[in-house]
């Protein structure tokens, strides 16, 4: 169960991270445009910030050495699934926007 | 030389990763199979009975410490393995001492028994996973030695390409998730960096260790400076290396009923919640008898150490060992645990799985990425090209080695039980169909060689567990209605792996058909004919 929470937490982090870059953002909504450096920042700041999460809820659950080993592995695995989304499915992502100008 | 540091350092990417590529994806392939070796093991012996329900620990025990006096009388030291979630059966073992006049060497047997009859049944001689995953440091055909030094060269090698690959990477975070699709070149230098980049804390990790786990063997000549040349001398140096922390206390236990009866009634009340897995009689006969428990529990990515019994200065003795004295000793077992992986669940495993090939993905990119970029710069002449003979070979060595694991397993189940030297066959067939399929691809066109070799592979794949069905009594229904979860892992896995061939030699067969290659042995033909028509 724990482990869910550590790959959703994983998940909206990249998720977050990887529409930080314009050329993701655009893709997923078809936008030819430069993302405010505001929401940029917005974006970017939360994703790591989701991703710092994750990392320190692992290690208290499982300890240091495993809580990284967990954490690696889940990481890696998330990772690849939005690259796959992001080349094939991006519009799925796009319950996430930027705020209106 | 390279005047400017990162054209250097590409350089050196390349050549270290191509001189050795094809042995580092053999590495990367079969090493990965080794975080399922319980389960192919299992796959590879079905007269094993699976233990589907709760057993009476003592009295199975019992009945293994019977069948083992039986079959073993003489023997010094043996084991009882009790029922865990990757070995889900109970089996003993025992060493066959030596013995010069009767022409019997030292070895190890094994045996399963069965929980029901109490009887102890062979299984069929197969070299098993442990084989197929030993291969990936020891190369099986050359000497062991030879083996041990060539991988960690290429392990070397494989370090020196993941530093100069983060290196040369120069938007490793912008192109964290970029993947794009249809682009020649562009498309496959995508995905060798997904397949670094993304699991790079596994890659780093695994070659790291990699080279640590034999160092013994290639920093030999330092051990050989300090303590001298010598296995005896070498054993003092591991002896003083890998201490371990010990605790001794005596414990309330008459020596005159010190037995496994009463030994394994003090770890009932001792170690409450821990679940034994093996038990061990080590030196039986001698003045320094002593039973081993193994627990079945990880703290961590450790194992929970080993509890031994003794008799000590006529009191019973327990000795644990919490952990290695010295603080090298302790990163060792650290980077060990962690490449053997032992200590992963089902979720972890599979990642460890994944990760390995991804590995083997990266060097495949890798090497299809060095054979690209040269049919770019030098179009293609009509002539035979080195080129495009090692492009040929890399699809018989890329799509060769799946078809080699699964003939290994084909052979598992079609070579006759009675022949002579059963489990080396079985290697060897592994070996036979990579030569087979690297001469295959060399005989068609690169096109058709991927489409052939790709529809071949689905095919062995899928057809398995019909293997399985007609082979034995073992299907996948009746894997369910048993609970024997590996046997049907197995045979649901190699479905899986089929359908993912079956689906690469699809995508394989929609993009468009590049200029036309033709095979390389018909080229050959065409040249000698040539020459023929000129003499």
Redesign the interface.
Known sequence: MS?LIELILLMFG?IL??LS?S??YNKVHNKHSQLSTRTLWIFRVSGYALLLTSIILGINL?????GL??W???A??I??L???I???KPHWLSFISAFKK | MKPRFRQSMNWLHTWVGFSFGWLLYFIFITGTTGYFDSEIDRWMKPEITVVDQVINQDKVIAAAELQLKKLAPESTQWYIGLPASRTPFVQIQWLQSADVEKNILRSWHKRYLDTQTGEANDARKTAGGETLYRMHYNLHYIPQLAGYILTSLATMLMLIGLVTGVIIHKKIF?E??????KKGIRSWLDIHN?FSV??L??HLMITYSGLLLLMGITMSSVIDFRYGEGQQNHRKFYNEAKLDIKEQQYIDLPTESFSLKTVLNDVAIRYKNHKINYIGLIEQGSKNEQYEIWFDKYE??HLVSTVKYRINSNKVEIQTATEKAGSAAQIYD?FEH?HEGL?ANI??RW??F??GL?GAGMVATGIILWIKKRQINNPKNKQLNVISVIEHINIGIIIGLPIAIASYFWANRLLPIDITDRANWEVHCFFIAMLASIIFSLCLSTRKAWLNLLWFTAMIYLTLPLVNLVTTEHNILLSIQKSDWLMLGFDLSMLFFGICFAMAAIIVNKTKEQKKSTPILANLNTKKKLKAAVH
Do not use: D, K
């Open positions: 482990i990249f991270l990887s870059l050329r993701h499982w300890g240091l050495t495993l080993v967990y690696f592995a889940s890696m695995l990772a690849l939005i690259t796959l992001l080349s094939f | 912008i964290f998730f970029t993947f794009r699709a997904i993304l699991p804390p596994f961590g990515i650290l962690l200590f979720y972890v990642l460890y994944l990760s991804l």
